[in-house]
Nanobody, 129 residues
Framework: RVQLVESGGGSVQAGESLQLSCAISGDSDTSAMAWFRQAPGKEREAVAAIYSRAGTIARTYYRDFLEGRFTISHNPGKNTMTLQMNSLKPEDTAMYYC????????????????????WGQGTQVTVSS
C-alpha cells in the first residue's frame, strides 16, 4: 500500500517563499511524482512533475505559468519529494496535492491528474497581497 503525506503549507505574504514536502512510503514503484493544486471553484491543475529513480538523472516538467518560480526535486534515499516555491503570488493560493505513480511518463502525461493512482490529502497554501 502506498501512502503520501504532504507538509509545509501555510500562509505567507506575496513575494515570500514556502517549501512543500511529500513523504512517500510503500512497496510499489512510485518513480513518477507530481504536485497538483486546486483553488476553490477551479479544477485541479498540474504544477510540476518529476521522474526519479535511484541511480538515474531525474527528469522534471513544469507548467509554463510558473515562470521559473517553483522547483521540484526528489530525494531517493528518503523517498521525499519537495516543491520549493519562491516569489509566491496571491493566485498561487490553493490546496496543494502530491501524487505518485509507476513508470516514466511523457511530458504531456506527467502533468495530467488522471495519470496518477496515489494521492496525498493535501496541504493548504495561502498567499496574501
Amino acid at each position: 500500500r502506498v501512502q503520501l503525506v504532504e507538509s509545509g503549507g501555510g500562509s505567507v505574504q506575496a513575494g515570500e517563499s514556502l517549501q512543500l514536502s511529500c513523504a512517500i512510503s510503500g512497496d510499489s514503484d512510485t518513480s513518477a511524482m507530481a504536485w497538483f493544486r486546486q483553488a476553490p471553484g477551479k479544477e485541479r491543475e498540474a504544477v510540476a512533475a518529476i521522474y526519479s529513480r535511484a541511480g538515474t538523472i531525474a527528469r522534471t516538467y513544469y507548467r509554463d505559468f510558473l515562470e521559473g518560480r517553483f522547483t521540484i526535486s526528489h530525494n531517493p534515499g528518503k523517498n521525499t519529494m519537495t516543491l520549493q516555491m519562491n516569489s509566491l503570488k496571491p493566485e498561487d493560493t490553493a490546496m496543494y496535492y502530491c501524487a505518485a505513480d509507476r513508470g516514466l511518463k511523457t511530458p504531456w502525461r506527467a502533468l495530467r491528474p488522471d495519470e496518477y493512482n496515489y494521492w496525498g490529502q493535501g496541504t493548504q497554501v495561502t498567499v496574501s497581497s
